[in-house]
Each structure stands twice: as C-alpha cells, then as structure tokens.
C-alpha cells in the first residue's frame, strides 16, 4: 500500500504518529505531502520545530512562539514566568488545529516535549500529532555543558501512543556500498572495516578548491573559506540585497535579521560571473544542494549554468514568516496563518563552504569534510550524509581516531534499536 495514504487513513483515525528513518529516506517530502493533503481537504495545519532553522525548512515557526511558551526550558520556568495558565487566544489556535506537525522532533528536549503535552490539554487539543526525524541525527542543544535528554525519555512520549512508521529507501545515492557505510556510522560503529572505508575518502585534495563544497563544523571556518575564494576570484563584484517587504508595520528588524539567518537568506548576496553556487531551495529544476555556476548577472536576473549544460534564469523568490492570527471571513471568526513580513532573494549561496548545520536537507554531489571540526554526537553522521555521490567526496584526515568521531549519544541509539 503506498506509504501516504497509509500516513493519511492512520492520521485521519486520529492516530498519532512517528515518522522516522535515516537521512536522506525523504521524511521531509512526505511531511510536505501530509501537509498538502490536510490544506486541499481545508484542515488547519500547525507546521512547528524546536529551532527557527528546522521551523523554516517547513515554512513553519518554533514551537515556543506557537504554543505562548515565552524563554522557560521547562514546566517550572513557565509556572516562575507566569506562563503556565495558557491564554485564551492561544487556546482557541491550538484548539483549531487539526493536524499538528513537529519536524525534527530528535531536538527536541523531555522537558519541552513535557510543555508541549501540558499546552494540548490544556488547550483540548482534539486533532492529531505528527513528529518527524531521527533520533540519531542532531541531538537537542543544551546549554551549559548539561546532560542531554531527548522527547523520547519524558512520560509525555509514551502518553500519545505513537505509531511508528519507518522510510527506510535511500533517495540521496544509490551506491550501495556507501549506503552500508551510512548504516553503521548511524549506528556510531567502526570496525576496522569502516576504518578502512572511511580512509578510502582521505585523498589529495585538488589545487581548485572551487569545484568542491566544504562542510564546516563552525559558522567562522565557512564565512572565512567563503570570503578567501571570493576574493580569489578575479572580476566585478556583485552585490544583491535582499528585498523586504513588512506586512505588519511591527515586524521588528531583529526579528526578520535572526528569520534571514534560519532560512539561509542571504541579506547580501556577494556574487562574481563564474563563481559557484549552490541551489537552498527546491524546484522543478533544480533542488536543494545542487551546484551550478553564475554565467550573467543584471540588474533583474542571475543567470547560473548547472553542471548538465543547463542554464537557468534566476529572478528573487520570497520567503515569508507568518503567524496564526483571528479574523472574520463571511462573517465568521477563523484562525488564519497571516504573513508578518516576506524576504526576497535569489535561492542560491556561495557553494564554496557550508555548516553542517546549515546543509540540513542538502544534496551535495561534490563535497569535502572538516572532520576536526565534529564535536557533537551524529554530527559526522548528518555531514556524511549530505553526499550525494561519493566519488567525489572527500575527508579531512582526522587528528583524532574515527571512533571519537563517529559516535552517538547511547540512550538515542538504544531508543532507535528498540523500536
């Protein structure tokens, strides 16, 4: 039976579900086909993440702004806040929902996974709820050196009797020795077959750094190699900033400057005629991660070559950040998603370097690994997995062994195997 509509009977049986696998098994093309169906059947859809990277790659928001839960951490910091009584307006939007979505649930925390629960009972919450991701990729961001505890350890997890469902397909690649490798780095294994494996890919690197897209661990390393290889780059530079537009007069400018860097915005977009780009959105003709080259810039259109021949023309696209408001439409009160400000600029970046973080949702054929730049479980997991084919990747060797790279945090990886 074809997964979605197994997704869809299970979600409109009021079921909640887990949608999981590893990267690259299309979790996020479902999600959007989900989300199509409930908006062409008239539902209302909450589309929520725990950071504002993850909520912009589902056109959504964070999950503290939706659900009124202001800076608390926890339950207790929304009873010290005095947030824990939820507002009637927020109760009347949650209430309204018939589907709510939560991408990249494995950052999410037990103890926001515990507001979340509170927020629905409070609110009567009688649609369905659908989390997405994969324990065994980025864990949830803990300040302070604490422990990390997932959504999965708190009682609320077990409270909404999750159905699981699995991808477990790889669309990113089809070579299937690399996929075996995927598997255990997943799993946070290395034998010496792995080892070996993974050393296969430590190789000279080309005198043309250009041709390659470097993944970082650091935001500092890929501006500073971004700015190096601009600057190399002999010719005019271009400059294109962003277009915004505010829908409300109020939309604060650090609000939009902190929505820009989530979604990969460039504010000012640095280009030359002949540099590479890589493609941060999905079309009918290209998709997200893949590389061309600019060939024309005017004052209208940026002209870029992929590297099939094609040459495509490009015209700014908009990003917008919305929230749910009430108004009156045919004289009833309805909850709508109304359009705060809209961000215009050409869906592409400098494809010379990249953070691991940032490349969330990328395909990228030609890629080099920073490997001393890992410092978090799964991250070497989430960087590998962005390539799209492995001939052309590339590894830093590591100053360290590969088991103190490839690793996992121990409770996710028990969950996963569990389940």
Not at 59 to 67: A, P
Not at 121 to 150: H, I, M, S, T, Y
Not at 366 to 394: G, H
Request: no cysteine; hydrophobic share 40%; glycine share 4%.
């Amino acid at each position: 039976m074809d997964i979605l509509k197994t997704v869809l009977n299970q979600l409109k049986d009021k079921q909640n579900i887990f949608l999981t696998g590893g990267a690259g098994v299309g979790k996020t093309t479902l999600t959007r086909e989900i989300i199509q169906s409930f908006h062409d059947d008239a539902k209302k859809v909450a589309k929520l993440a725990s950071t504002g990277m993850a909520a912009t790659l589902i056109d959504g928001q964070t999950l503290h702004s939706f659900l009124d839960l202001g800076i608390a951490n926890d339950v207790e910091d929304l009873e010290q806040n005095a947030k824990y009584n939820i507002k009637k307006k927020i109760k009347k939007l949650i209430s309204s929902m018939d589907l709510i979505v939560i991408d990249e649930i494995s950052m999410v925390s037990d103890t926001l996974f515990e507001m979340i629960e509170l927020r629905l009972e409070q609110a009567e919450f009688d649609g369905v709820l659908l989390v997405v991701g994969d324990f065994l990729q980025l864990p949830p961001v803990v300040r302070g050196g604490g422990e990390v505890r997932f959504a999965f350890e708190s009682s609320s997890w077990e409270n909404f009797k999750f159905s699981k469902v699995e991808l477990t397909h790889i669309y990113r690649t089809n070579d299937i020795r690399f996929i075996e490798l995927l598997s255990e780095v997943r799993g946070g294994f290395v034998d010496e077959s792995v080892h070996n494996h993974l050393n296969e890919y430590i190789k000279p690197l080309p005198e043309d750094l250009s041709e390659f897209t470097y993944l970082f661990g650091k935001n500092i390393s890929a501006q500073m190699h971004n700015k190096a290889q601009l600057d190399f780059v002999e010719g005019e530079r271009f400059v294109k900033e962003a277009q915004i537009i505010k829908h409300k007069k109020d939309s604060k400018d650090t609000e939009i400057e902190r929505f820009m860097n989530d979604a990969r915005i460039e504010k000012e977009l640095e280009l030359k005629i002949g540099v590479p780009v890589l493609f941060t959105r999905n079309s009918w003709n290209y998709f997200n991660g893949e590389r061309a080259k600019i060939v024309n810039i005017d004052s209208t259109y940026v002209y870029v070559q992929k590297n099939d021949g094609v040459v495509i023309k490009l015209e700014t696209m908009p990003q917008s950040k919305s929230i749910w408001k009430q108004k009156t439409i045919n004289k009833k009160i309805e909850m709508v998603e109304d359009e705060l400000f809209s961000i215009y600029q050409y869906p592409i970046k400098l494809a010379y370097a990249i953070t691991i973080h940032k490349s969330q949702g990328m395909s990228i054929e030609d890629l080099i690994i920073q490997t001393n730049e890992i410092f978090a479980p799964s991250q070497f997991y989430v960087a590998l997995s962005r390539s799209s084919k492995p001939t052309r990747l590339n590894l830093i060797a590591p100053s360290r062994q590969w088991h103190s790279i490839v690793y996992v945090d121990a409770k996710a990886l028990e969950f996963v195997r569990d389940i």
